[in-house]
């Protein structure tokens, strides 16, 4: 076998270079590229040409462009040379092959793809039977051409690992397991995490500050996450409760229980006679929206007259729990209705979208006491009496409201007059205070809607309405009937 030495400075070493067209014949095993440099020094490549296919130039720069990766295909070379090679005491090549891949290892290897790629590490065992295969098809210790080819194949491993196994077996005696030890590399950081707790949460709330606190870096933080020894948390403000308030919420829970299941089996009511209502703020559109774009579309412009003041319309909206048979058909969706708090003013001046003296949909500017009364006497009530179910036309109604200052006394008695008429008895009751999960649309019927909502384009108040009217229409009994059962783990 031959080495032979080029010159890198005389090579044309840029993007179309072609090591392929390289003086690669069959008396060339190793090529070894010097780039003769003063600063540099000489700085060795070792290239081989007919096993691993592949090519490693270390330009010896601090460029992005240092390691270069070819993929070789020597015609010329004799492929008999891998089979022989034990035979033929290529000794120098192993050498300079050893280094070689020594060096390829120990830096990222990558593909042309641009994919990482690792070193295939054997097993004691594999590379026990690895051996014992080349073994039995070797002749006096001697290995014919193809053998260690065929013993790749079967094993799916390079060439290479093969020869290198069977030359450490015949040097050794057949010991061929591997020189590593079972732990490598740096020793694993230790991190005493009982410091943690002693951190101020104000300084937990990122890697980087949590990092910055313990002296660490954030690399181990995220192998503590994924040890399990941190964990994430979202904390979320909740409802400040007084001693009173906890009592009445207590008591709240307590007159929800079914007497008649009391003391062995407690269980609470169905709560089918209870409508709750409360008011929520629905908005034109939100200040800022993500969308999935395709990589050639342009981004959406958004624009409006002042993202402080979106157009805005609050309503008010009443729910009951929904009703099935015995065969699981719906019989009533638990949907009374949604009002919007809203007037019809005439416009005053004339503008290019219509005439004056039109009547224009305005949000009521000040939701008062009375506006609230207003809207259970006309709205709430009929609507109540329009879609209870007719078999239960006699049992009380109960209208749950939160404690809001605008919201009317249970005992009003405008309320009592229109409510008790027709021959239903509807009452007022507040839920207890500081305390939105007890109500239903605050527990997650608004959030649904409005994700509903959001879907549909508004440009208008009109348009507004109109989705969150349909949005309210379109959301199913089965997931409302699903979120009372989420409201009845609340009491517990």
């Not at 995220?222 to 979320?236: A, F, M, P």
């Not at 005439?346 to 949909?361: F, K, Q």
């Not at 605008?406 to 007022?428: K, Y």
Request: hydrophobic share 35%.
């Amino acid at each position: 076998m031959e080495t032979r030495f080029f010159d890198l400075n005389q090579l044309p070493c840029d993007e179309d270079f072609d090591l392929n067209q390289l003086p690669c014949g069959e008396d060339i095993d190793t090529m070894i590229i010097q780039e003769i440099d003063e600063a540099q020094g000489d700085i060795p490549l070792f290239i081989h040409s007919h096993s691993t296919n592949s090519v490693v130039l270390d330009m010896g720069r601090d460029d992005e462009a240092r390691y270069r990766y070819w993929d070789l295909s020597f015609e010329q070379v004799d492929e008999s040379d891998d089979d022989n090679h034990q035979q033929e005491g290529g000794d120098d090549f192993d050498e300079n092959y050893a280094q070689t891949q020594q060096h390829i290892n120990s830096t990222h290897t990558h593909d042309s793809g641009g994919a990482r790629r690792r070193r295939l590490v054997l097993t004691d065992d594999q590379r026990l039977k690895v051996y014992q295969a080349v073994l039995e098809k070797s002749h006096g210790g001697k290995l014919k051409k193809k053998m260690t080819t065929e013993v790749s194949n079967i094993f799916s491993v390079p060439i290479r690992t093969v020869q290198r196994i069977w030359k450490l077996g015949r040097s050794n005696g057949g010991d061929v397991k591997s020189k590593k030890k079972k732990r490598c590399g740096h020793p694993k950081l230790q991190v005493d995490i009982s410091r943690l707790m002693e951190i101020p949460l104000r300084k937990r709330t990122t890697l980087l500050s949590l990092s910055e606190a313990l002296g660490v870096s954030h690399t181990v933080l995220y192998r503590l996450i994924k040890e399990g020894l941190i964990r994430r948390h979202s904390s979320t403000l909740k409802p400040y409760l007084k001693d009173d308030q906890k009592r009445a919420r207590l008591q709240f829970c307590l007159s929800m229980l079914d007497q008649t299941s009391m003391p062995n089996e407690p269980k609470f009511v169905g709560m089918y006679n209870v409508v709750h209502i409360d008011e929520k703020w629905f908005y034109l559109t939100k200040k800022n929206e993500k969308y999935y774009l395709h990589s050639t579309e342009a981004d959406p412009l958004r624009t409006c007259q002042s993202k402080n003041y979106i157009g805005k319309v609050m309503f008010l909206v009443a729910m009951a729990r929904p009703r099935y048979d015995s065969d699981g058909n719906e019989t009533f969706s638990g949907k009374i209705g949604v009002f919007p708090l809203i007037t019809k003013e005439p416009a005053i001046r004339r503008s290019r979208n219509r005439e004056a003296g039109t009547l224009v949909t305005k949000p009521i500017p000040s939701v008062t006491r009375e506006v609230i009364r207003n809207f259970l006497i006309e709205k709430v009530v009929p609507a109540i009496k329009a879609t209870w179910p007719i078999e239960d036309m006699g049992s009380t109604i109960f209208i749950q409201q939160d404690n809001a200052r605008t919201h009317i006394d249970p005992n009003d008695p405008e309320f009592r007059r229109v409510a008790s008429q027709d021959g239903f008895d509807i009452r007022l009751m507040c839920q207890p205070a500081n305390s939105p999960d007890l109500n239903i649309l605050d527990l997650g019927f608004f959030s649904a809607i409005q994700s509903l909502q959001q879907k549909k384009r508004s440009d208008t108040v009109d348009e507004l309405i109109g989705a969150v009217e349909n949005s309210f229409m379109d959301f199913v009994a089965e997931s409302l009937y699903m979120k009372f059962s989420v409201y009845g783990a609340c009491f517990t």
